[in-house]
């Protein structure tokens, strides 16, 4: 039985499988790239934005006008990594604050 799903033909195709998803996915696997949506990637942008008027004036942002035309700061989740506990725990390791994420 054994024998019969491991034959010749079966393990070519299993290795051209693997070798088209490798380089299918090439910069994912070896590259460091990730997958990333507009979802994930837009709140960044803002919150580049918030951290250097934090710089500027060393106020906390209240009100940021890029999301949903205007919304709270701690409510919009850009500055999480200020308002949550663990990530200064994690900072102490320089560990990202991704990991909590």
Do not use: C, H
């Amino acid at each position: 039985m054994f024998e019969k799903i491991i034959n010749r033909k079966n393990l070519i195709i299993l290795l051209g499988m693997i070798i088209f998803i490798l380089i299918l996915f090439y910069p994912i696997i070896f590259g460091g790239k990730t997958f990333g949506s507009p979802d994930s990637l837009n709140p960044r942008g803002a919150s580049i934005i918030l951290q250097e008027m934090n710089k500027l004036d060393n106020e906390f942002p209240l009100w940021q006008p890029w999301i949903f035309s205007g919304m709270p700061t701690a409510d919009a989740f850009t500055f999480v990594s200020l308002l949550y506990f663990p990530n200064y725990i994690l900072n102490l390791f320089f560990l990202s604050s991704n990991l909590t994420q």
